[in-house]
C-alpha cells in the first residue's frame, strides 16, 4: 500500500482534518452562536424568544449554538430538516440531553424549507447555515424565511464565497499549470470525498451567489443584511493537513485577518445577519 493510500486511510474526511475541524470550529462557535448570543444579550426578556435553524440535520450546529446560549432562559429551540431521518437523530440526542445532562430540550420536525410550518411572525431568530446554495431556487426560501420572521426579527445565514481570494488564485494556478496544481494540493483527497450529496433528498452546489446577488435578494424581500460575518480561510485541505506547521501558522493569521478591511475576500463562506424590517 502506498504512502499516499496509507495517509487516505489515517485522514478519514471530516474527522482527523485539521483544516476542517477549525472551519467547523469557527463556523459554529464563532459565526453562528456568537452572533446568536450577541442578539440575545440585547433583548430586554428572553422568555418566549423562538430559535430556528433550517436545514438543521442532526442538530450539530444547533447544540452548538444552544450549550454556547444556554444561559438564557425562557428560549425556545426548533430544528427542521427535509430528512425524517436526519430530524429524528436531532430529536434523539436531545432526549439524551435532556434525560441524562438535565439540558433543556430542542425540538426537531421534518419540514419543507419552502414552506414551513409556522406562523406569519411567529420566529425571532434564524439560522440557516450551508443550506441555501443546495436549492436551485434560493429566493422562495428566503421569503418564507422573511414571512415566519416577527418584525425586527434576525436571520444569519452562511453559504460559500465565490469570490474567496485564496481560492480564486488556486483555480488560477491550476488552470495555467493544466491541472498540476489541483493534484498537488488536493493529492490524497480523492480517496475520502464526502457521500454525494444528491444521495437522498439534497442538490450539489446548485446556487453559489457571490455576495451582492444575496445581498439584492434579502434587500428585495424586506430583510436587508445588516452585518457581514466573516469565516474562516480555508475549508479542508490535504496539503495543510500534511503539514502541520503551516496549518498552525493560518490558524494563527485568521483572527488578524478578521480585523483587516478585505477581510471578506479571504473568508471560505459569507455570513450574512440579516433583520426583518
Not at 37 to 47: E, F, I, R, V
Not at 155 to 166: C, D, E, G, I, S
Not at 173 to 182: E, H, R, V
Not at 234 to 260: A, E, N, Q, V
Request: charged fraction near 20%.
Amino acid at each position: 500500500m502506498s504512502k499516499e493510500q496509507d495517509w487516505s486511510q489515517a485522514e478519514k474526511f471530516f474527522a482527523r482534518s485539521w483544516t476542517h475541524i477549525f472551519y467547523f470550529w469557527k463556523l459554529r462557535q464563532i459565526m453562528l452562536a456568537k452572533t446568536v448570543k450577541t442578539l440575545l444579550q440585547k433583548q430586554n426578556s428572553n422568555a418566549g424568544v423562538r430559535i430556528m435553524d433550517l436545514g438543521c440535520g442532526p442538530g450539530t450546529n444547533l447544540f452548538d449554538v444552544y450549550d454556547i446560549c444556554r444561559e438564557f432562559e425562557g428560549v425556545e429551540w426548533f430544528g427542521l430538516d427535509l430528512n425524517q431521518r436526519e430530524a429524528a437523530m436531532g430529536a434523539g440526542r436531545s432526549r439524551y440531553r435532556v434525560q441524562e445532562r438535565n439540558m433543556q430540550g430542542v425540538h426537531f420536525m421534518s419540514g419543507d424549507i419552502f414552506k414551513l410550518p409556522f406562523a406569519d411572525n411567529s420566529i425571532d431568530i434564524l439560522i440557516s447555515s450551508e443550506v441555501v446554495e443546495h436549492l436551485p431556487a434560493p429566493l422562495p426560501a428566503l421569503q418564507e424565511m422573511q414571512r415566519v420572521l416577527k418584525p425586527k426579527g434576525y436571520a444569519m445565514v452562511t453559504t460559500p464565497n465565490p469570490r474567496n481570494l485564496p481560492e480564486m488564485f488556486g483555480y488560477f494556478l491550476d488552470k495555467i499549470s493544466f491541472g498540476a496544481f489541483k493534484n498537488f494540493y488536493w493529492k490524497g483527497q480523492d480517496e475520502v470525498s464526502a457521500p454525494a450529496l444528491d444521495a437522498e433528498v439534497g442538490f450539489g452546489h446548485v446556487s453559489v451567489h457571490p455576495f451582492p446577488i444575496w445581498c439584492d435578494w434579502f434587500e428585495s424581500i424586506g430583510m436587508p443584511v445588516v452585518k457581514k460575518v466573516r469565516g474562516p480561510l480555508l475549508f479542508g485541505s490535504p496539503f495543510f493537513d500534511r503539514h502541520r506547521f503551516l496549518i498552525g501558522l493560518l490558524l494563527m493569521l485568521d483572527p488578524i485577518l478578521d480585523r483587516l478591511p478585505f477581510r471578506f475576500l479571504t473568508t471560505t463562506n459569507l455570513g450574512m445577519l440579516c433583520q426583518k424590517k
